[in-house]
């Protein structure tokens, strides 16, 4: 028996009662939030999961999860913001719950402690998140549950999550290296092969291919699929675990046109006041602490800019040269 897996890799977390107990739980929160976007006429997808559980684990291998990711179209993302604030959650700082890139968002709700993460793309395709979904919309199935059915990736959609998502969280984390490891050896060969075909559309097989090479027989199956790896520049900064700031730089870099980029400046440097007192406690302290807290957080940019710009020059030149 596999035992359930803590969230940063550190091994047994809880015993199968305990995990599955949680996991029920999750799947409810998945059911009350999938319907509620329904009613709102918003389509969304379970991403990992009870999908990944009933994929990937034996009846008698809990997979431990504690929170709910959904995809949603991007252009129903502001919808869906406002269903799940009915439902009580109400959105992290993005400070506090960094995700590198803009891909998702983290939502959280006091009453029973429910993370959900509203994703409007996956870290990995280079194509904009709206082709990410008209792509992966198209790619589902539906799965059972005690109390309702939900939408979920396709197999081979799910393979090339397994293999992004190990790629997010490199190879120390324990989870994701098992079920990878796990996807290569249950998942046959023509899944594999609509799952490369998959990572193409996305503009991801760099990110693909890095991740199934992440294994042992991940590198087999990549040569038999004629995969090379060509990792991005995101892919390389995961790999190196650049500081967050690195990720603006990129973000920086990626954007076309001066005015748009002073913009992003302008938003990092000058943050809502909301944010400010998320993330600095003197900004709680009315309106003089929240005018101390702005020269602070400039003064922080100042010192992080350099080490920011040299870790991302260092993932550029090394996705150039893995390539």
Same mark, same amino acid.
């Given at each position: 028996?596999?035992? $359930?897996? /803590? ?51 034996? $009846?008698?291998? #809990? +997979? ?21 604030? /009915?439902? !009580? ?8 719950? #960094? ?24 870290? !990995? *395709? ?28 396709? &197999? ?7 293999? %992004? ?5 490199? *190879? ?7 079920? %990878?490891?796990?996807?290569?050896? +249950?998942?046959?060969?023509?899944? @594999? ?40 520049? &995101? ?7 650049? #500081?967050?700031? $690195? ?20 938003? /990092? ?9 998320? @993330? ?6 009315? #309106?003089? !602490? ?16 350099? *080490?920011?710009?040299?870790? @991302? ?6 996705? +150039?040269?893995?390539?």
């Amino acid at each position: 028996m596999t035992p $359930a897996f /803590r969230t940063d890799g550190e091994g047994p977390l809880w015993d199968g009662i305990e995990a599955a107990g949680i996991g029920l739980a999750v799947q409810a929160a998945a059911l009350e939030a999938v319907s509620a976007l329904e009613d709102a006429g918003v389509r969304s997808i379970l991403l990992k999961g009870p999908s990944f559980e009933q994929w990937l684990y034996d $009846a008698d291998e #809990p +997979r431990m999860y504690g929170d709910v990711d959904l995809l949603v179209d991007p252009g129903d993302y502001d919808a869906a913001e406002e269903v799940l604030g /009915r439902l !009580g959650y109400s959105q992290r700082s993005e400070e506090r719950a #960094p995700t590198h890139v803009d891909h998702a968002k983290v939502w959280l709700r006091a009453a029973d402690h429910m993370h959900l993460d509203l994703h409007r793309s996956l870290v !990995g *395709p280079e194509v904009p998140a709206a082709e990410v979904w008209a792509v992966l919309s198209k790619e589902t199935e539906t799965m059972s549950l005690q109390s309702g059915e939900l939408t979920i990736l396709s &197999e081979p959609a799910r393979a090339v999550q397994v293999a %992004l998502h190990a790629v997010v969280h490199g *190879p120390s984390t324990e989870k994701t290296v098992f079920e %990878l490891s796990r996807a290569v050896e +249950r998942a046959p060969f023509p899944v @594999w092969e609509r799952a490369s075909a998959l990572a193409q559309r996305l503009a991801a097989e760099g990110a693909f291919a890095t991740g199934l090479r992440m294994v042992p027989e991940g590198q087999e199956l990549a040569d038999r699929l004629g995969l090379t790896s060509a990792p991005t520049v &995101e892919t390389m900064m995961f790999a190196e675990e650049v #500081p967050y700031s $690195a990720w603006t730089v990129n973000r920086l870099a990626k954007t076309p046109g001066l005015v748009p980029k002073l913009r992003i400046v302008a938003q /990092r440097i000058f943050p809502s006041p909301k944010f400010m007192r998320a @993330w600095y406690p003197i900004a709680r302290r009315g #309106p003089v !602490g929240l005018a101390i807290s702005y020269p602070r957080r400039l003064a922080w940019m100042v010192r992080a800019t350099g *080490p920011a710009v040299a870790a @991302w020059v260092r993932a550029r030149r090394r996705a +150039r040269h893995s390539g």
